[in-house]
């Protein structure tokens, strides 16, 4: 059972460029969490979802970041727009339930 | 609003010994959970140790063991016959029914040969 996927590894985007990251949960996970790590930092929620629905994004910058969990394919976050202190590593978790979360590896971003 | 601190950004210790990382939290919550995970350079998060806070018997795995003091709020990691692969971050984190996790800030932790 492969576990949580993560892709890219590492993104590299210019300033005002938009950076997509993907998650792929683990299967039979419908639940998923994006977490942002800033250098030295511990991991910040940033948005849940379970399929086609957002169920707290309390965690997500008002303006350019967006998520979403399809019916089919990985959950995907959107920076639109990015400017440097958007570099950080962002972590994907799923879960098959309540209380539990596996993290992927995670997609390092850097913004030049 | 809930929150962890550790107050140990940074400890060492020599091969073979044991080890102590303190967390505390602050909630107002009776239900919930508390993990520690390691954060190896590989920065993979690996989930060390769960304790659910109605359980009163403190977790163990292997060489990892909690002691959970609820009414203190505390939540702290011991390491036993610490070894070279157990360096990295560890991280402890709150979890509530809403399955928002909240991490501490992390303490480095070095094992030396």
């Known amino acids: 059972n492969a576990g949580v996927m993560q892709n890219p590894r590492h993104l590299v985007r210019r300033r005002g460029q938009e950076a997509r990251l993907r998650c792929s949960p683990m299967k039979g996970h419908s639940h998923v969490y994006w977490y942002r790590q800033l250098p030295e930092e511990g991991l910040k929620f940033m948005v849940y979802l379970q399929k086609e629905n957002i169920i707290d994004e309390s965690g997500m910058p008002k303006e350019r970041f967006s998520a979403e969990f399809p019916k089919e394919g990985p959950s995907i976050l959107r920076i639109q727009q990015v400017v440097r202190g958007d570099s950080a590593a962002y972590f994907c978790?799923?879960?098959?339930?309540?209380?539990?979360?596996?993290f992927g590896p995670g997609t390092r971003l850097t913004v030049t | 609003a809930q929150t962890v601190t550790q107050s140990q950004p940074e400890m060492s210790v020599q091969e073979a010994e044991t080890v102590t990382l303190s967390c505390t939290y602050d909630t107002s919550e009776n239900n919930y959970y508390l993990f520690w995970y390691k954060q190896p350079p590989s920065r993979q998060m690996i989930l060390v140790i769960r304790?659910?806070?109605?359980?009163?018997q403190n977790a163990t795995e292997n060489r990892f063991s909690v002691n959970f003091q609820k009414a203190a709020k505390s939540f702290s990691l011991k390491i036993s016959d610490s070894q070279l692969g157990d360096t990295a971050m560890y991280f402890c984190?709150?979890?509530?029914?809403?399955?928002?996790?909240?991490f501490g800030k992390g303490t480095r932790l070095h094992i030396l040969p």
């Open positions: 978790a799923s879960s098959p339930q309540k209380n539990e979360q596996y």
């Open positions: 304790q659910e806070a109605y359980k009163q």
């Open positions: 984190a709150w979890m509530n029914r809403d399955d928002k996790i909240i």
